[in-house]
């Protein structure tokens, strides 16, 4: 899958094959077009050019939680920029961010609500019987 700076479908371009993929989780964001759009990607995709990447430290476990809250930062933050003023790394990495143990576990439990949508709504369609365990 290919990311491109777009609003639609988390910045999904299209399905190509790649060789070399960014393994997630991560953020991109766009620095052209829809500038300031931000994305958790959650499946290995590739990047165009005219997105950051932005990838959890290997000194610092921001976790899944983190990784969403720089996102949600870098898009309530997007109205700074412009084609007169890019968005750049060195701009970014100032933004301000706390996260607290307890903004963390909202996080967490409000994802596992979703997860549980998901799964229910998924479970409506059925299984199939490759889909059941074998006995």
């Known amino acids: 899958m290919i ?6 479908y988390n910045g ?7 060789e070399a993929l960014v393994e997630p989780a991560f953020v991109t964001v766009a620095q052209t077009g829809s500038i300031g759009e931000a994305f958790l990607q959650l499946d290995s995709c590739a990047v165009n050019d005219d ?3 932005l990838l959890p430290r290997d000194t610092y476990d921001v976790g899944f939680a983190g ?10 933050e997007r109205w700074r920029f412009t084609y007169g ?3 750049t790394p060195k701009r970014i990495c100032n933004f301000r961010s706390e996260i607290t143990p307890e903004l963390v576990t909202w996080i967490e439990n ?4 979703w997860h549980r949508v998901v799964e229910q709504a998924v479970g409506l369609y059925g299984s199939t019987e490759n889909d059941s365990p074998s006995r």
């Open 3 to 8: 990311i491109s700076p777009a609003e639609e």
């Open 12 to 18: 999904y371009y299209g399905w190509l094959r790649f």
């Open 51 to 53: 997105c950051l990447i």
């Open 67 to 76: 990784l969403l809250l720089a996102a949600v930062i870098i898009r309530l």
């Open 85 to 87: 003023r890019k968005l």
């Open 110 to 113: 409000e994802i596992a609500k």
